[in-house]
């Protein structure tokens, strides 16, 4: 089976309200893609979509070429995390997966494999009710990937992990990649999708904004700016606006300038006078591109206080 998932034209609505408006997208094999946006911009209902838990409107929803309706044996093809607590809570570990497998022909073996990976040996005999939020990851992780899949969809994985969790979950995340699986990741950590996927799907308000890769979506963000560290920011913003730069204040020494080259701002300084110490080419943050991308895709806003 092909390690892909294809989405064309979703849509979806619940009564009044338009959760999928023609959202569609690809995730290819050996990448890590992020799929992010605002709370309520629709990912969970594609990823349900995607799984065969909703049905949508219009459009079609593909695993390996084929609806996940069709799959036999579906944990073998496709395996997800969306929800840690769906488990039986007074069912053990060990149990909970050995019930799984048997529903997919699978091997007590395997079983046991998953739990090492996982980490959860010694916990695979606890009742799952008791497990910290971290550890039903681990155990919702583990269910994923009992069939070995080559497509891995994960909702939050990175929710309740402690620091060494965290470690553990990059590396199995770019370890899937590499073996040339098809990873979706949806997450609301840019500073972990930054370090580790390689595409991004952004959506908002049920469409698409944006399909590229991070290092593109980074480079578009960043805009040319030059941040300039300088003690006379008046005196540098006088000079540099009249050469027709757009100037702004982001820190007590600092300016934001843009529309004018390194160079030619080092070269007009020096010209004026004008005391600097610092030039250097401003690279955006995946989590100032996402702001900026959805800044009017977001439909729940709080109210900053004074």
Same mark, same amino acid.
Not at 177 to 193: C, K, P, W
Not at 276 to 296: C, I, K, N, P, V
């Given at each position: 089976?092909?390690? %892909?998932?294809?989405?064309?034209?979703?849509?979806?609505?619940?009564?009044?309200?338009?959760?999928?408006?023609?959202?569609?997208?690809?995730?290819? /094999?050996?990448?890590?893609?992020?799929?992010?946006?605002?709370?309520?911009?629709?990912?969970?209902?594609? +990823?349900?979509?995607?799984?065969?838990?909703?049905?949508?409107?219009?459009?079609?929803?593909?695993?390996?070429?084929?609806?996940?309706? =069709?799959?036999?044996?579906?944990?073998?093809?496709?395996?997800?995390?969306?929800?840690?607590?769906?488990?039986?809570?007074?069912?053990?570990?060990?149990?909970?997966?050995?019930?799984?497998?048997?529903?997919?022909?699978?091997?007590?073996?395997?079983?046991?494999?998953?739990?090492?990976?996982?980490?959860?040996?010694?916990?695979?005999? =606890?009742?799952?009710?008791?497990?910290?939020?971290?550890?039903?990851?681990?155990?919702?992780?583990?269910?994923?990937?009992?069939?070995?899949?080559?497509?891995?969809?994960?909702?939050?994985?990175?929710?309740?992990?402690? /620091?060494?969790?965290?470690?553990?979950?990059?590396?199995?995340? =770019?370890?899937?990649?590499?073996?040339?699986?098809?990873?979706?990741?949806?997450?609301?950590?840019?500073?972990?999708?930054?370090?580790?996927?390689?595409?991004?799907?952004?959506?908002?308000?049920?469409?698409?904004?944006?399909? %590229?890769?991070?290092?593109?979506?980074?480079?578009?963000?960043?805009?040319?700016?030059? +941040?300039?560290?300088?003690?006379?920011?008046?005196?540098? %913003?006088?000079?540099? %606006?009249?050469?027709?730069?757009?100037?702004?204040?982001?820190?007590?020494?600092?300016?934001?300038?843009?529309?004018?080259?390194?160079?030619?701002?080092?070269?007009?300084?020096?010209?004026?006078?004008?005391?600097?110490?610092?030039?250097?080419?401003?690279?955006?943050?995946?989590?100032?591109?996402?702001?900026?991308?959805?800044?009017?895709?977001?439909?729940? =806003?709080?109210?900053?206080?004074?």
């Amino acid at each position: 089976m092909e390690a %892909t998932i294809e989405v064309s034209g979703l849509r979806k609505r619940f009564g009044d309200t338009t959760a999928l408006d023609g959202v569609t997208f690809a995730v290819a /094999p050996g990448q890590i893609t992020g799929f992010v946006g605002p709370n309520g911009a629709g990912k969970s209902t594609t +990823m349900r979509v995607i799984l065969g838990l909703d049905r949508a409107d219009e459009g079609t929803a593909l695993v390996g070429g084929v609806p996940y309706a =069709r799959l036999r044996h579906p944990l073998s093809h496709v395996g997800a995390l969306l929800d840690a607590d769906a488990l039986q809570p007074g069912r053990r570990a060990r149990d909970h997966l050995l019930w799984l497998a048997h529903s997919q022909g699978l091997s007590a073996r395997r079983v046991g494999e998953v739990i090492e990976l996982t980490g959860l040996a010694s916990a695979a005999r =606890r009742k799952a009710g008791g497990f910290s939020l971290g550890m039903r990851q681990r155990l919702g992780i583990a269910a994923a990937m009992l069939g070995d899949p080559p497509v891995l969809m994960f909702d939050e994985p990175f929710n309740g992990l402690d /620091p060494e969790g965290m470690a553990w979950m990059r590396g199995l995340l =770019r370890s899937l990649a590499g073996q040339g699986r098809a990873v979706l990741v949806s997450s609301h950590l840019m500073s972990e999708l930054q370090g580790n996927a390689d595409h991004l799907v952004v959506i908002g308000r049920g469409r698409l904004i944006a399909d %590229t890769s991070v290092a593109e979506l980074m480079a578009a963000a960043s805009k040319d700016r030059v +941040m300039l560290h300088t003690t006379a920011r008046e005196q540098a %913003t006088t000079v540099l %606006t009249h050469a027709g730069a757009t100037v702004a204040v982001t820190g007590s020494d600092i300016l934001a300038v843009s529309g004018l080259p390194a160079d030619r701002i080092a070269a007009l300084l020096g010209a004026g006078a004008v005391p600097f110490s610092g030039l250097a080419a401003h690279q955006a943050s995946l989590e100032e591109a996402y702001m900026e991308l959805t800044r009017d895709a977001t439909e729940f =806003r709080g109210v900053a206080q004074p």
